[in-house]
T-cell receptor
Framework: EPEVTQTPSHQVTQMGQEVILRCVPISNHLYFYWYRQILGQKVEFLVS????????KSEIFDDQFSVERPDGSNFTLKIRSTKLEDSAMYFC???????????FGPGTRLTVL | AQKITQTQPGMFVQEKEAVTLDCTYD???????LFWYKQPSSGEMIFLIY??????QNATEGRYSLNFQKARKSANLVISASQLGDSAMYFC????????????FGKGITLSVRP
């Protein structure tokens, strides 16, 4: 069964460093999302992406964040200068037009020291 | 106002019994979807069940059913015949607007199944 994959599973970085979180959505999906979950809290929407552009973004998704689909398979989230409060689990999700559910990847746990 | 409210702090259920996890929502949209996801301790998000706002029947998926009361804006998850593997965090979520819009999650409920 096809699934969303994410790498790395865990990333540790120093405050102020840039990180890139990678996702490979399900191959025929066209809509892509990033969510984050700070430890013990609810899952929060960051950004959605369709047709090579951002469809919607939350207020969390400020100028420090960017997304890209550099090729036909990867979908990346870049944080330019990480802050302590960026420590969270980051989930990528994908879906097809009209499909009811979003398929989530296993997440990348980001720890900023 | 919160879009999705899950107020139960933590739930305990005896193995093989049924349990209801509460969710209320707030939207002015006529078309929306309601979801339940399970998050075990390993961290992944597992889709359980979906209810569309226009669906007349309550959704069911195996041991999971959704008690959808549109007038009360509630979408409670019922797990029948609980199993030890059901111990996890459960999130209610809503999609408003278009079919591929973002999901808005509640803060979740921890369910512990006792042997």
């Amino acid at each position: 069964e096809p699934e969303v994959t994410q790498t790395p599973s865990h990333q540790v970085t120093q405050m102020g460093q840039e990180v890139i979180l990678r996702c490979v959505p399900i191959s025929n999906h066209l809509y892509f999302y990033w969510y984050r979950q700070i430890l013990g809290q609810k899952v929060e929407f960051l950004v959605s992406f369709y047709n090579n552009e951002i469809s919607e973004k939350s207020e969390i998704f400020d100028d420090q964040f960017s997304v890209e689909r550099p090729d036909g398979s990867n979908f990346t989230l870049k944080i330019r200068s990480t802050k302590l409060e960026d420590s969270a689990m980051y989930f990528c999700a994908s879906t097809l037009r009209g499909l009811r559910e979003q398929f989530f990847g296993p997440g990348t746990r980001l720890t900023v020291l | 106002a919160q879009k999705i409210t899950q107020t139960q702090p933590g739930m305990f259920v005896q193995e093989k019994e049924a349990v209801t996890l509460d969710c209320t929502y707030d939207t002015s949209d006529q078309s929306y979807g309601l979801f339940w996801y399970k998050q075990p301790s390993s961290g992944e998000m597992i889709f359980l069940i979906y209810q569309g706002s226009y669906d007349e029947q309550n959704a069911t998926e195996g041991r999971y059913s959704l008690n959808f009361q549109k007038a009360r804006k509630s979408a409670n998850l019922v797990i029948s015949a609980s199993q030890l593997g059901d111990s996890a965090m459960y999130f209610c979520a809503m999609r408003e607007g278009g079919a591929n819009s973002k999901l808005t999650f509640g803060k979740g409920i921890t369910l512990s199944v006792r042997p």
